[in-house]
């Protein structure tokens, strides 16, 4: 086993050199993502043996991915949230942590208004959620900027609780352990101080409300900074995802504390230049209506003679207007397969408004 981790590591070193030489082979070009990334890995994980369990190997071969990007597009990326947060957890999944610099921004609109004055080369933002839907902050702010969806990364984002052993000692054991139940796993604690961002303690309420009466719960700035406390003090943990915690050297005592109905976000990579083709796409789009009796129908009728597939539509109110409403959807297929293009050319005729957000792997 010691000699396949030494050739895993040699192996690793050659892709790291190889990815840093298409590195300079687009030196002179504008940095597009490698849009078969996510194909590759599941053609990958679909030749595997299967002794290794499959979604660890896609999480696997997921960070390797993620690393050499680092090396052979080294670019500025503008993510939503504070750094440890879920953004930042979405933006290391795809551009890993090393070359690439990942830069925090408190909003979708201030990421993307980095990528629209060419402070960074595309931003991570929160784009839907598995209990609203998506976003229309974020969706209002693309529709105002000549950017494009180049990729969309789901992230299931745990928060864990951590501590500089990876228990909470022993003290609190017999005084915790008929209250909260085997949540917590064999050995309970002396924590007299829980860190975290009021973002992250809110996802993780009821967990915290059965320790409140023996912790102190102190609210800070991020996740970082809470992981940094805790590495620092006795008696000290903290509400944190997993690779922050790592970079302190804390270790988890409790796995994925967060309340069971907590939503699941896909974030979408925009950037100034749409994505090529796959063998497998979806294309995003946003349109009104005309006020008008059957006008939802007709549009939709328009991708239903073109045999195009509509996997999803929302509907969401319209900024500054007196009661009317966007739609958004989303379509099988890229942008440029000639049924889209002749579609969208006919519902720009019939519509208020209509606006291309990008196509992107459909995963």
């Not at 239903?304 to 207007?321: E, M, N, V, W, Y």
Request: charged share 25%.
């Amino acid at each position: 086993m010691a000699r396949l981790d030494a050739r895993i590591v040699t192996i690793l070193d050659e892709r790291a050199r190889l990815a840093r030489q298409v590195r300079e082979l687009r030196r002179n070009q504008a940095p597009a993502l490698p849009v078969g990334d996510h194909a590759a890995i599941r053609e990958l994980v679909e030749r595997s043996s299967g002794d290794m369990p499959k979604d660890a190997l896609r999480d696997v071969l997921g960070a390797v991915f993620a690393a050499g990007l680092a090396l052979e597009l080294p670019v500025k990326v503008a993510f939503v949230g504070p750094e440890g947060g879920a953004g930042h957890a979405a933006a290391r999944s795809r551009f890993g942590s090393g070359e690439s610099m990942l830069v925090p921004a408190d909003s979708a609109v201030d990421a993307l208004e980095e990528v629209s004055r060419k402070r960074a080369e595309f931003a991570v933002v929160p784009f839907e959620t598995s209990t609203e839907g998506p976003l229309q902050p974020t969706i209002q702010a693309l529709m105002t900027r000549d950017l494009r969806i180049a990729e969309m990364v789901d992230n299931d984002f745990a928060l864990h609780l951590v501590s500089r052993t990876g228990t909470l000692g022993p003290t609190l054991g017999p005084t915790l352990g008929p209250t909260l139940g085997p949540t917590l796993g064999p050995t309970l604690g002396e924590v007299s101080k829980l860190y975290g961002t009021a973002a992250d303690h809110a996802l993780c309420r009821r967990f915290i409300e059965r320790l409140a009466s023996h912790v102190a719960v102190v609210p800070v700035a991020s996740p970082r900074l809470a992981c940094e406390l805790a590495a620092g003090e006795s008696g000290a943990a903290a509400i944190a995802g997993e690779a922050v915690a790592a970079s302190f050297g804390l270790e988890i005592a409790t796995r994925d504390v967060r309340d069971a109905e907590s939503a699941r976000v896909r974030y979408a990579i925009a950037g100034t230049r749409p994505s090529a083709r796959t063998t497998d796409e979806a294309t995003s789009f946003v349109f009104s209506v005309q006020d008008a009796p059957g006008s939802l129908l007709d549009v939709l009728r328009v991708f239903a003679d073109r045999g195009i597939r509509l996997t999803k539509i929302h509907s969401h109110p319209s900024d500054g207007s007196n009661w009317s409403y966007l739609f958004y959807a989303e379509a099988s297929g890229h942008f440029t397969d000639r049924s889209l293009v002749t579609a969208f050319e006919e519902i720009k005729r019939m519509t208020r408004l209509f606006k291309l957000l990008g196509s992107y792997p459909a995963r």
